[in-house]
């Protein structure tokens, strides 16, 4: 039940469904329209300094000078985002933000991953209504290219998560999980020998 004393970001936070009926639904749509001004000016710099400078701006607080982006990057909100140190994030990634997306310090992430932080109901009388679903990547993971992370999903400690996968369910620190759905290919040993860890997965990555 949406509770009218608190703003729809507060019910976002919340985890609450937002239906077409929130007395403040419009005022959602109205800051998303303003974050893709502010996304579109990002997307047209070249500048690591300029760029940080626009997503501090759309997050709402400074990102840390460690953090490196890769535009065109894609976000629908930046209030309920953010990003830890020594970030990386490549080129053409898609974030839907609503939700909540939390992301660890030393975390790599491909290009044209989408995090997708929100969906929608699945009975068709429902289906205009918003379900957030927060998204959190621990530290030191590896998300590669164009793997869906969809709402609701944590990625453990040092996790890799192979390119194309379709993330549903949480996934345990030091693993490596991939496919459609994403399911345990093996476990990441803090001993492994390292150019044995790069053989075996570049077919994944």
């Given at each position: 039940?949406?509770n009218?004393?608190n ?6 936070k919340n985890?609450e469904?937002i239906?077409p009926?929130?007395?403040q ?6 800051s998303s329209?303003?974050t893709?001004?502010?996304?579109q000016?990002?997307?047209s710099?070249?500048?690591?300094f ?11 607080k400074k990102i840390?000078?460690t953090?490196a982006?890769?535009?065109p ?8 985002l953010s990003i ?12 839907l933000?609503l939700g909540?997306i ?10 044209k991953?989408s995090?997708?932080?929100e969906g929608?109901?699945?009975a ?13 990547i621990k530290?030191?993971?590896?998300i ?18 192979a390119?194309?996968?379709?993330v549903?369910?949480?996934?345990e ?11 345990f290919?093996k ?18 990555l």
């Amino acid at each position: 039940m949406e509770n009218l004393d608190n703003s729809i970001f507060d019910d976002l936070k919340n985890g609450e469904m937002i239906t077409p009926a929130h007395p403040q639904r419009a005022e959602l749509r109205k800051s998303s329209y303003a974050t893709i001004q502010l996304v579109q000016q990002m997307n047209s710099s070249a500048d690591p300094f300029t760029i940080n400078e626009i997503l501090s701006k759309i997050i709402g607080k400074k990102i840390d000078e460690t953090v490196a982006v890769f535009p065109p990057l894609y976000i629908n909100n930046g209030k309920q985002l953010s990003i830890g140190k020594n970030v990386f994030i490549n080129f053409d990634c898609t974030f839907l933000t609503l939700g909540g997306i939390v992301i660890e310090d030393n975390v790599l992430i491909g290009p044209k991953v989408s995090l997708l932080s929100e969906g929608h109901p699945l009975a068709p009388t429902e289906r205009g209504a918003l379900v957030p679903g927060k998204i959190h990547i621990k530290k030191n993971a590896w998300i590669g290219a164009n793997a869906i992370i969809l709402p609701g999903v944590t990625i453990g400690e040092n996790a890799v998560i192979a390119a194309g996968a379709v993330v549903s369910k949480n996934v345990e620190d030091n693993t490596v999980v991939g496919g459609v759905p994403a399911k345990f290919i093996k476990q990441i040993d803090a001993v492994d020998d390292e150019k044995n860890d790069h053989n075996g997965l570049d077919h994944l990555l």
